[in-house]
């Protein structure tokens, strides 16, 4: 699937997402895109490394939180939205990768290599590998969305 836009860095709705909410945001400097997950007292973060029960979506809306006065506006976590994201790894996105389950990077994008098989999982539907989603993020662009997997009993 060829995207119509590339971003930077973070998740971008491919279709049309839920509704946003609002919540007060931590003391950080959230970035639309964002995943964002409860920081366990009540406020938004952009500070997840992986996927955890904590996480609530992703920032429709840029913020400079400050605790007591900033609001973030967020798609909330749901499985019928795709987002598109930049992959970073050492090589480009192949169709190999379509059906992964795949964890939150450390900067808030997805490596492929980075696959779980429980919980919130970013599973990859289609690949953007276009001369312009190369020019854009070398290593191309996955389209997904996310999924909560159970552990299977034995």
Do not use: W
């Not at 930077?8 to 400097?29: D, I, K, Q, W």
């Not at 790894?89 to 900067?107: F, K, P, W, Y």
């Amino acid at each position: 699937m060829k995207l119509a836009r590339y971003q930077a860095s973070g998740f971008m709705p491919v279709n049309e997402p839920p509704a946003t909410r609002r919540n007060l945001a931590a003391t950080v400097t959230i970035v639309k895109g964002d995943a964002l997950e409860d920081n366990a007292s009540g406020y938004l973060t952009n500070a997840a490394t992986s996927f955890t029960a904590l996480f609530m979506g992703i920032a429709s809306i840029d913020v400079v939180g400050d605790s007591s006065t900033k609001y973030v506006e967020y798609y909330p976590l749901d499985t019928k939205t795709q987002y598109s994201v930049p992959v970073i790894q050492n090589a480009v996105i192949t169709r190999d990768a379509i059906g992964s389950c795949i964890d939150l990077s450390a900067n808030g994008d997805i490596d492929i290599s980075n696959t779980i098989t429980e919980g919130i999982v970013f599973r990859i539907d289609d690949i953007d590998i276009s001369a312009e989603a190369i020019a854009a993020n070398a290593y191309g662009y996955a389209i997904g969305h996310f999924e909560v997997l159970a552990t299977q009993a034995g």
